[in-house]
T-cell receptor
Framework: GAGVSQSPSNKVTEKGKDVELRCDPI?????LYWYRQSLGQGLEFLIY????????KSGLPSDRFSAERTGGSVSTLTIQRTQQEDSAVYLC?????????????FGSGTRLTVV | SQKIEQNSEALNIQEGKTATLTCNYT??????LQWYRQDPGRGPVFLLL?????KEKRKERLKVTFDTTLKQSLFHITASQPADSATYLC???????????FGAGTRLTVKP
């Protein structure tokens, strides 16, 4: 596609429910990244994919968080048993071949609110 | 511990002046440093990258410097315009990986 697409754009969920966030990267971009941004804060790294494998998942905050990528394209970030502190904007980015010199292209994010 | 610090949460300047934003880091040895612009409700947009062996990089009204001894990058916007008002984020690569770590950003407001 022309840009990085994330869905849903907004999600309100009850505490304890599971949520799935989707990221559709730019076609041909082999590297995909998930970040989290809380209100007024910087971007917190969650996980990085190169193809379908995740060389760096060090940023996942707990075992309630998981992510997968299939076919070297779409990625899903799953949060189980959501807590109020999970409320944030979840941003996905992709880059060509994982080369940082090209910069990242970000989606507009999914705003998650846990009530 | 590893830290990326941007000089201030907010910077207000008058239109036409040069805005200078600072990014300092500790316990990183980045090969690359990037700057992004983020508008409210949107994802960050890539602006510039500078490599560790480059001292300065320019793009139109933007200039970035990178001092690996001071562990600091400066981001300048010359002849600033109200449309430059946004949050600016610096990011640098974690050694050995291709993924970037971001600072908290500086919110720039350019007043007419």
């Amino acid at each position: 596609g022309a840009g990085v697409s994330q869905s849903p754009s907004n999600k309100v969920t009850e505490k304890g429910k599971d949520v799935e966030l989707r990221c559709d990267p730019i076609s041909g971009h082999t590297a995909l990244y998930w970040y989290r941004q809380s209100l007024g804060q910087g971007l917190e790294f969650l996980i990085y994919f190169q193809g379908n494998s995740a060389p760096d998942k060090s940023g996942l905050p707990s075992d309630r968080f998981s992510a997968e990528r299939t076919g070297g394209s779409v990625s899903t970030l799953t949060i189980q048993r959501t807590q109020q502190e999970d409320s944030a904007v979840y941003l996905c980015a992709s880059s060509l071949g994982g080369r940082v010199k090209d910069g990242y292209t970000f989606g507009s994010g999914t705003r998650l609110t846990v009530v | 511990s590893q830290k990326i610090e941007q000089n201030s949460e907010a910077l207000n300047i008058q239109e036409g002046k040069t805005a200078t934003l600072t990014c300092n880091y500790t316990n990183y040895s980045p090969a690359y440093l990037q700057w992004y612009r983020q508008d409210p409700g949107r994802g960050p947009v890539f602006l510039l990258l500078i490599r560790e062996n480059e001292k300065e990089k320019r793009k139109e009204r933007l200039k970035v410097t990178f001092d690996t001894t001071l562990k600091q990058s400066l981001f300048h916007i010359t002849a600033s315009q109200p449309a430059d008002s946004a949050t600016y984020l610096c990011a640098l690569d974690k050694l050995g990986n291709n993924d970037m770590r971001f600072g908290a950003g500086t919110r720039l407001t350019v007043k007419p």
